[in-house]
């Protein structure tokens, strides 16, 4: 856990260091949407995992915008990667971008649903559970054409799920690399 917060906070400094000097993005009404893929480092006994995501934003005001977002992750239990814990997330987020050149660094935050459960090889599977959650995160977009029309994204994002007692804990660290395409 202390290595999520050191690394989080040098993102943190990162960002701040490199987006304050740049000026806003002007994008109001534009449609966006693609897709990410990556790795989920999850907190508790589970072992690290890919990632899919898909999102659809939309942009409100200059360098505001909005997004939904479908994620999934089945990391294994530690030790017992025929174990399953999947997870299927929905988030909704706001996202304040920056302006650049090619370069546009972003930052994120947002709540959502997370749909859980564990998946046994050897033993009937428990319930699925839905779980509330909140996350916040970084990361920077490189346009690769002229028009700024398509981007290749890096982002930084950490889920912290509600955890009831005796159930395994959702929280982690995502790390996803993707595109994105504006309408």
């Known amino acids: 856990m202390r290595r999520f917060l050191h690394l989080i906070s040098l993102c943190t400094v990162f960002t701040l260091g490199v987006a304050l000097p740049l ?5 109001k009404g534009q449609l966006a949407a693609g897709g990410d893929v990556g790795i989920f480092f999850p ?7 890919v990632t899919l ?18 994620g999934w ?18 988030l909704f987020n706001g996202v304040y971008s920056w302006k650049g ?33 909140l ?9 690769i ?8 994204k890096g982002e930084l994002r950490y889920d912290i799920v509600s955890h009831p ?6 929280t982690g660290l995502t790390v996803t690399f993707g595109y994105k395409r504006y309408l």
């Open 135 to 143: 996350n916040f995160g970084g990361g920077l977009e490189y346009y």
């Open 101 to 133: 050149t090619q370069w546009h660094p972003y930052a994120t935050a947002g709540a959502g649903a997370y749909f859980l459960r564990q998946l046994f090889a050897n033993a009937p599977d428990p319930d699925s559970e839905v779980r509330g959650g």
């Open 43 to 49: 907190d508790e006994a589970f072992e690290k995992t």
């Open 23 to 27: 000026s806003a993005q002007t994008t």
């Open 145 to 152: 054409d002229k028009g700024n029309k398509s981007s290749l």
């Open 53 to 70: 995501d898909g999102f659809v934003e939309y942009s409100m005001a200059p360098n505001v915008s909005v997004r939904g977002l479908l």
């Open 165 to 170: 007692t005796g159930f395994p804990d959702a």
């Open 73 to 90: 992750a089945s990391p294994g239990f530690e030790n017992f990667t025929e174990d399953h814990f999947r997870q299927v997330r929905l």
